[in-house]
Nanobody
Framework: QVQLVESGGGLVQAGGSLRLSCAASGRFFSSLTMGWFRQAPGKEREFVAVISTNGGRTVYADSVKGRFTISRDNAKNTVYLQIDSLRPEDTAVYYC?????????????????WGQGTQVTVSS
């Protein structure tokens, strides 16, 4: 069993930055692909970014490319999402997810474990 706890969300002005963290329990963190998703009010939960087990490969949604950076520290069982140049449309609850999604990394049901989410609100 893996438990995920996100932190780092908050209220920020447009153009600002935040660094989200997701701390994982359990011994198998380094064998899990880690993803970030987000869900805005009234919308479906959508894929944001994913990072491979050793951090060597990352993929981003088109809407966040060049502004978001996913990284991980396997020694600390933690995955990060650096969010720069925030826009009001980035307002959402951000969730981290863990699993072995393979080529379906952009699909919610490809992940086995989810955190409770952290709210990011961007004011214009």
């Amino acid at each position: 069993q893996v438990q995920l706890v996100e932190s780092g969300g908050g209220l920020v002005q447009a153009g600002g930055s935040l660094r989200l963290s997701c701390a994982a329990s359990g011994r198998f963190f380094s064998s899990l692909t880690m993803g970030w998703f987000r869900q805005a009010p009234g919308k479906e939960r959508e894929f944001v970014a994913v990072i491979s087990t050793n951090g060597g490969r990352t993929v981003y949604a088109d809407s966040v490319k060049g502004r978001f950076t996913i990284s991980r520290d396997n020694a600390k069982n933690t995955v990060y999402l650096q969010i720069d140049s925030l826009r009001p449309e980035d307002t959402a609850v951000y969730y981290c997810a863990a699993g072995n999604p393979g080529g379906q990394y952009y699909r919610r049901n490809a992940y086995n474990y989810w955190g409770q989410g952290t709210q990011v609100t961007v004011s214009s």
